[in-house]
Each structure stands twice: as C-alpha cells, then as structure tokens.
C-alpha cells in the first residue's frame, strides 16, 4: 500500500528529484485552437512499461492532453517494447525511465531498457519512425542513457545551473531566447509559419545533453559550459529523434507557495516547443 500510494504521489510532489516545491497546476486546460490534424492521426506510443515517473494521467497529462487536442492518437504502452509494436506507431514518447519500481529504490539508476529493446527502436528510428527521448538527471538520466546512446547523445548526469542566467535568486531556471543566442535556428523553433516561431523557452534545471555528429542543437547551453545542450534534434536513418534533457519545460506547474507557471502554462513559449517538436517528429516540418 505504502509503495502504491508513494507511486500515485511522485508525479504530483516529488515532480523528479530537482523539483521539490511544484506540483502540477490544477487550473490550466491546454487549448489548441487550429488542430493540426482532423484526419489521419498519427499514432504514438506513451512508455509507461518501464518503472517511467511522469505518466499520461500524471505530470505528463497537460502534454498528453495538449496533443490529443492537436490530433495526435495516444496509445499507453504497458509493456517490453519491440519492433512488432513499434511498427504501429509514428511516434514514441519515453520521459523519465527507471532501472527501479520507485524513485529511491536500489537500482533506480539501472539501465531501464534491455538491449534488444534498444535495438528494436533504434531499427525502428532507422526505418521512418521518431522518437521523443526525455530524461531529467539522475537516476533518470543514469536509467535512459541506454536508450540515448544508440542515437549517439551522451547525459551529463549533473544538474544544470548558470546563476547568470538564473530567473530568480533561488532557481536554476534558464532562459533560451534570440536575444541571448541559446536557442537556435531549426525548424522545430522556427515552425510552419510566424505565429508558430519561437523566440523564448524556459527549462528548470536538470542536465546536459552531448549530441553526436549530424545532431542539431535547438536549446544550447551557454559557452563556458561547453558544447552541451538541452535540447536535440537528430536525423537518423529515414526517422527522426529529440532528446531534451529537462521534463518541466514540457509539463505545466506551479510552484510553491507563489503559485509561478512553469512549462506551457507559461507566459513563454513552451506550449509551442511542445506542438513544434511533435509537428517536427511526425514529418509536417521539413529541413531548410
């Protein structure tokens, strides 16, 4: 009982290990108002077969429902991912796997997938499908890297902070915008038209990302910190891959006790990013 109620709880308090004060917000309704797809909705695989922290129903619900608006078809997946499945699916969706049932259990940071499943989405991938691969910092990066690796993206495994790109004094927010040159030119940020580019997104700490050659950076972290991101785009094969390496930006919550947005039910664009990257991983935006 004790270990079903602490599952039912961490999405909503313990919101991945570097987020102690927010808890999703219980007021913010996604609205999509032109849906990108009224027919033919691609399908996509939810990972919930692999001990994941944030689930459909749980910190991940204002994204899942923010999709579902724009046409995509959710299904949950429950079980060991293999290629037979995968081939049903455009698009596969994996934040926060664990090695362990619960965050703070032994072995949470073990590899969260077997090998031969790695493969199977990796051929996948390869073959025409797309992968959303997103991981805060340990034990869920230590837990994802498995997966990340076959695309040739490296974790930094470390929090995140750039206290000269802080947004308050007691936060490792950062900001990525033009204007400070961390978010770059794709067509993820971009987007179909004028109202889709983005010029500001926020992430909430968590870790680095290293991505391997032919990969595209979108969310870069500031120099003096190396060539390191939060955010990857990766053409691989005929398929497409994002890695982030923060969760919250694709989330919506609150913290406490001030009650601040952050994620998509935010004054930035984060709501956006997340229509942007699926639009990008199902094929609507093609490369310049």
Known sequence: MITRLARFLLPLLLVGVCHAQQVVDPEF????????????????????????????????????????????????????????TLDTFKIFVIVDPLGAEDVDDQGAEKPAFADNECDAVREWV????????????????????????????????ADVKEAGNQQTATSN????????KLLLDHPITAGRNDAEKIN????????????????????????????VAQGVAIRFGKGRVVVLGESAMLSAQVTLPDRTPMGIN???????????????LSGLLKER
Do not use: C
């Open 126 to 157: 390869k073959a025409g499908g797309s992968l959303l691969l997103i991981a805060d910092g340990p034990p869920f990066a230590s837990a994802a890297e498995i997966m990340a690796k076959r695309f040739g993206v490296d974790f930094g495994k």
């Open 29 to 84: 309704k996604p609205i999509v108002e032109q849906p990108t797809f009224t027919k033919n909705f691609p399908r996509v695989l939810f990972d919930e077969g692999h001990n994941n922290a944030l689930t459909r129903m749980g910190r991940y619900k204002p994204f899942a429902d923010l999709i579902e608006l724009d046409g995509y078809q959710i299904v949950l997946g429950r079980k060991i991912v293999n290629r037979e």
């Open 173 to 180: 927010w950062i900001s990525y915008s033009r204007e400070n």
């Open 200 to 227: 500001r997104v926020v992430t909430y700490g968590a870790q680095s990302l290293k991505a391997g050659e032919g990969s595209s950076i979108f969310l870069k972290l500031p120099a003096d910190q190396g060539d």
């Open 266 to 280: 935010s004054a930035n664009d984060n709501k956006q990013l997340a229509l942007n990257i699926m639009h990008w």
